[in-house]
């Protein structure tokens, strides 16, 4: 699939640095930097684009307790100080990631979709991540691999509120929910 855009899942600069030499094309990195102090000078380095995720903690620790003064103020706060250090370091195409289910409770999670349309602040790509995610199971009672239909549902409210980019298990069903955003935001398919 040479077609394909390839992403490196990594919080490691090394494997970044090799995954991009063998074809991957974007750097998304789950710490923001924060497990690797190299890793922004790197996506710099290369000049390719660093899909930079929230998180609370670590992966061992984040979902024990995650606690915020006020969720959104943290989020906006961290992405806002991401940001300018990755501008600083000459990072150009940068996309946020609220992190849904890195350190947050189901009742937080459900605070960012409601506030999604206001990350549209940054003027930078938003993707947001629902497959398969706790959020949607914990709600529906599905196992993890029966909550497609959740999944298209978040998805779909996620485009209305300016996401951009889908990250997802279910391709099929993303494309079509993708498609039918499309066809329902043009005006003269129903005049």
Known sequence: FPACIISADTFRSKVAKEAIKKGASIINDISGGTFD?????????LGVPYIIMHMKGT???MQ???????LMTELFTYFSKK???LKAKGVTDIIIDPGF???KTLSQNYEIVKNLEH????NLPLMVGFSRKSMISKITGNTPEETIYGTSVLNT???????KILRVHDVKEAV????IFQLAGRQECFT
């Open 119 to 122: 990350f549209n602040m940054f």
């Open 157 to 163: 409210m996620a485009l209305v509120k300016g996401a």
């Open 59 to 61: 992966p061992r620790n």
């Open 176 to 179: 079509d929910a993708v498609k």
């Open 37 to 45: 102090a190299e890793m922004m000078n790197v996506a710099a380095d």
């Open 101 to 103: 289910g890195f350190g």
């Open 64 to 70: 024990k307790n995650p606690m915020y003064a006020d």
């Open 83 to 85: 940001i300018k250090l």
